[in-house]
C-alpha cells in the first residue's frame, strides 16, 4: 500500500517560516495529483494547496503569496512553504496524494492516501 508522512511542523514566532515535508512510501504505486490541507481549532478543514503529477501548482486565493507548494518526484515527496507565519495559521496541516497502485497491468487501484498531520503553531 501507499502511506504518506508529514514532517516539518512546530512552534515558531509569527514572521518566521516553515517548509513541511510529505514523503510518501509502499509498493508497486505511483502518486498523481498531492494536496495540502489544513484544520485549525473549531473549523473545518480547508484546502490550502494542489499540484499535479506534472508539477502544476494552485494555491487557495487568500493564501497566495505565503504558500507555496512544490514537488520532488524522484523522492516521492511534495512540500509546502510557508512563509510570514501568523497566527491564524496555526493549525495541523495535512498533504493527501492521488496515488495509482498496480500489481499488475490488469489489477490497478485507484486511491486516495492521507498522512497523519503535523501541528503547526505560530505564537504572537
Known amino acids: 500500500q501507499v502511506q504518506l508522512v508529514e514532517s516539518g511542523g512546530g512552534l515558531v514566532q509569527a514572521g518566521g517560516s516553515l517548509r513541511l515535508s510529505c514523503a510518501a512510501s509502499?509498493?508497486?504505486?505511483?502518486?498523481?495529483?498531492m494536496g495540502w490541507y489544513r484544520q485549525a481549532p473549531g473549523k473545518q478543514r480547508e484546502l490550502v494547496a494542489t499540484?499535479?503529477?506534472?508539477?502544476?501548482?494552485a494555491v487557495t486565493d487568500s493564501l497566495k503569496g505565503r504558500f507555496t507548494i512544490s514537488r520532488d518526484n524522484s523522492k516521492n515527496t511534495s512540500y509546502l512553504q510557508i512563509n510570514t507565519l501568523k497566527p491564524d495559521d496555526t493549525a495541523v496541516y495535512y498533504c493527501?496524494?492521488?496515488?495509482?497502485?498496480?500489481?499488475?497491468?490488469?489489477?490497478?487501484?485507484?486511491?486516495?492516501?492521507w498522512g497523519q498531520g503535523t501541528l503547526v503553531t505560530v505564537s504572537s
Open positions: 499540484i499535479s503529477d506534472g508539477g502544476r501548482p
Open positions: 509502499g509498493r508497486s504505486f505511483s502518486i498523481n495529483d
Open positions: 493527501n496524494a492521488d496515488a495509482t497502485i498496480c500489481y499488475s497491468v490488469e489489477s490497478c487501484r485507484h486511491l486516495e492516501v
